[in-house]
């Protein structure tokens, strides 16, 4: 009963910003507008708070290298899957490869994942986030974008890269650890104002992006049988494999706590990224639609997924 009673009060919270996000847009509350605003005040201030306390105080070990190896070549793998399916399913659709592969790793996993685990445990989703970046800025956007319009230059995608406030924040975070810079940091004058911004952004987070999410979701009748075969397809092959994954190569093999675990599996019931039809050219309003009626079909059927397996796993 206790166990029952921190699920429910855990999972509530999700369930209220969700709702209030789905609320104020019928309300219209908040202009298509102001959400778009909401979402760059995460992705440049809330998100990069989160990463960077988070990778701060982590101490590297070498499976971690490992298991980042493995997010990386599965990202890869399923780029093929989607490719594959298309055929055998006679897809029309340009974007059905890129929806069977790829994370929403910001603006749900680790919403998703923090409001459940807390905060103080961010950082084993944080450490799954590295070589997915990676994959989507050097491989999934070079092939989305060649598939729709013209090739980026490699320059402009390591720009973009590298400018980006969530790989800022990373790599200055990892860099301090490494160096030893961290504990300086830690200890310096400025130190307690310093974090005390740092969390206060980062505890937005979470609930900013819920009710982003809530906002957003909207789902219509028109290609549902596509959408629904990508979710079908998604998650009829990335539940059984992210528990035979987390059984004999995290636990067995890596080594890894069931922080680690749990991460590795919410990761895998996410949501394709939300930024495909950024980088679609423009002129394909039918495939738009598509895209955004199976994100949205996912978000619902991730958030449902997750809450289920929270309620069997509700600790690290």
Known sequence: MENALYVFNSVLP????????????KRSFFSPETIDNIKKFIVNFT???????????????WNYLLLMILVFLLCLFLYFYGRLTKKSFQQTWISFPFLLTGFEFGMLGLSLFGSAYGLENFGKMAIL????????????????????????????????????????AIFTSILLNLTGWAAWLNN?????????????????????????????????????????????????????????????????LLNLDRGFQIAFFTLLILPPPFI????????????????????????????IIFIIYFALNPTL
């Open 129 to 168: 986030g590295v070589p997915h970046e990676f994959f989507i800025w050097f491989v999934y956007v070079t092939l989305l974008v060649r598939e729709t319009s013209a090739l980026p230059s490699m320059g402009s995608l390591l720009k973009s890269f590298l400018s980006s406030p969530v790989i800022i």
């Open 47 to 61: 998100l990069p708070a989160v990463l960077f306390t988070s990778f701060l105080d982590i101490v590297f070990e």
């Open 14 to 25: 999700i369930l209220i910003f969700i709702w209030i996000g789905h609320l104020l847009r």
């Open 188 to 252: 310096a004058f400025f130190a307690d104002g310093l974090f005390k911004v740092l969390n206060l952004l980062a505890g937005l987070t979470a609930p900013l992006i819920l009710l982003v999410v809530g906002y957003d979701i909207k789902i219509t009748r028109d290609n549902i049988k596509s959408s629904a075969l990508v979710v079908l397809l998604r998650l009829g092959l990335l539940i059984p494999l992210a528990l035979w994954f987390n059984h004999y190569i995290l636990a067995a």
């Open 276 to 303: 495909i039809p950024i980088f679609m050219k423009k002129g394909l309003p039918e495939e738009k639609a598509f895209i955004t009626n199976t994100l949205m079909l996912h978000t619902v059927a991730s958030i």
